[in-house]
């Protein structure tokens, strides 16, 4: 009772603080580095999976332990997605109530594990277990590390920062593609020995950053609404004089202050009702980006080395060589269109991205119908479209864990990632798969059209309901529901 009794009186009372401001006047330094690369390598380790995934088809096929069809390739790749979509509803709730830094350590263990034991796989039921295992750590880590990077990020460079680690999904992309074209290579391992170690690659990279992440504090921001502002105030100064240490004196903070009351947790309805009911046209913005990315990436990419192989005879050892222009065009679009995120602004970005996304896979479907296309230029084109649609992809994300509450913020993430993914992403492997198999160009251009079709519509609701959140601090974009005044 005498317990209850002081979390009730700490909760009633309200502290004034300048915690966010003083955040977001920090110059760029080493310690926005180690964020940057401690929590983004999340992104990497999906993009290694994916194209380690898309690249290994033709091998899975042909090991004499799985010999996988394709219909069952896609069903791996969808079992990815579902668990990414389960582990971030379940770990989403958990990084909101236990704090981010518990968690984004936790999730990377899971998986770490699941990944190596994918290596290990002696059937087509075990591999498909361990890739829903594999997919649950990733789930889980997006919602862990997208909290945090925001939370952590001066605001001023928060679009570019986060559309540039979004979009190191691709430098993970490239090094699956480098590292399958060696792995995959008969002249230097079996066929059934080199898919087992392409999977190995993740587990190495994660141990190196789990040493990392020790280094990596716990968001202040979170502190000062769960725990006390007396614990957000030491890390905050520890962050300080970390930065001078570097950069010398630092700028004084915008006169600006908050008063919040620290909560425990939030009851789970209340979370729903701020995210669906309290900011419902930002709910219904953030489903459709998620949507429309989520089919249009997965669909297309995790069905592309199938078509590379049916449609223009490449070698199943030659896949990750094609998929690597393809990477490359991918991470080169956040990175150079990002700063126009915090410059031109949120709203008309966006819209471009996906409507430029949508109108050049038009036309790509059109190419591809008409048999213009050898393998080579069908990458180039790719190359292209994906320049401008990883920018779009990595804008949904971006809008989503900067648009809602503090205290709801991983629960945001999670839940319109697992709404995004199990609509658009999680059939969307599958479907293609289903559409090679036919053997038909005309079902699969219907395919591209339908994502195309799903992106032009996303662009037109970014537009209409888009948030401007650009150089704007994160409280003044949804106000913490602790907030006092």
Do not use: C
């Not at 940057?36 to 042909?62: K, R």
């Not at 010999?67 to 909101?96: E, H, K, N």
């Not at 991205?353 to 119908?369: K, M």
């Amino acid at each position: 009772m005498e317990r209850r009794g002081r979390t009730a009186a700490a909760e009633a009372e309200a502290v004034e603080t300048d915690i966010p401001a003083r955040l977001d006047r920090l110059p760029w330094s080493r310690f926005h580095w180690l964020v940057v690369v401690a929590l983004g390598i999340t992104w990497i380790l999906d993009g290694l999976e994916v194209t380690i995934a898309a690249a290994l088809t033709g091998a899975l096929q042909e090991s004499p332990t799985l010999r996988l069809t394709p219909s069952q390739i896609g069903l791996s790749a969808s079992a990815y997605l579902a668990g990414a979509v389960l582990g971030a509803a379940l770990f989403g709730w958990l990084t909101d109530r236990l704090g981010r830094k518990r968690l984004f350590n936790i999730t990377l263990g899971v998986y770490l594990v699941a990944t190596a034991a994918s290596a290990f796989a002696w059937n087509f039921h075990s591999f498909l277990l361990f890739r829903f295992l594999t997919g649950a750590g990733i789930g889980g880590e997006y919602t862990a590390i997208n909290s945090a990077i925001q939370e952590l990020i001066p605001a001023r460079m928060r679009g570019w920062t986060d559309l540039a680690i979004n979009g190191s999904f691709w430098v993970g992309a490239a090094m699956g593609a480098a590292g399958s074209a060696v792995l995959l290579d008969p002249a230097l391992f079996g066929v059934d020995l080199g898919w087992r170690l392409a999977f190995a690659i993740g587990a190495i990279l994660g141990l190196g950053i789990l040493y990392l992440r020790r280094f990596i504090p716990e968001s202040p921001r979170w502190l000062m609404t769960h725990v006390g502002v007396d614990q957000a105030e030491a890390v905050v100064r520890g962050i300080e004089r970390r930065v001078t240490a570097e950069r010398g004196p630092l700028p004084p903070p915008e006169p600006v202050t908050i008063r919040v009351r620290t909560r425990g947790s939030t009851p789970l309805r209340t979370a729903l009702a701020s995210i669906f009911v309290t900011y419902r046209r930002r709910a219904i913005l953030a489903f459709v980006l998620m949507v429309a990315q989520a089919f249009f990436y997965n669909a297309v990419f995790f069905s592309y080395g199938l078509i590379l192989r049916q449609y223009y005879a490449v070698p199943a050892d030659r896949i990750g060589l094609y998929l690597l222009p393809f990477a490359v065009g991918n991470f080169l679009g956040p990175l150079l269109l990002g700063r126009l995120f915090d410059s031109i602004g949120r709203k008309p970005m966006i819209a471009s991205t996906y409507a430029a996304s949508g109108v050049l896979l038009a036309g790509t479907a059109w190419l591809f119908a008409t048999g213009l296309l050898d393998a080579r230029s069908q990458t180039i084109t790719w190359m292209v479209i994906f320049f401008f649609a990883s920018a779009a992809a990595s804008s949904a994300y971006l809008t989503v864990s900067e648009s809602f509450p503090l205290e709801v913020r991983a629960l945001a993430i999670a839940l319109f990632y697992m709404l995004g993914t199990a609509t658009g992403g999680i059939a969307g492997p599958w479907l293609f798969g289903r559409l090679v198999e036919t053997g038909t160009r005309g079902d699969i251009v219907l395919g591209y059209l339908f994502g195309a079709a799903l992106m032009i519509g996303a662009a037109v609701v970014a537009l209409l309901l888009g948030v401007r959140a650009e150089r704007r601090p994160l409280e003044a974009v949804a106000a913490p529901l602790s907030r006092a005044d």
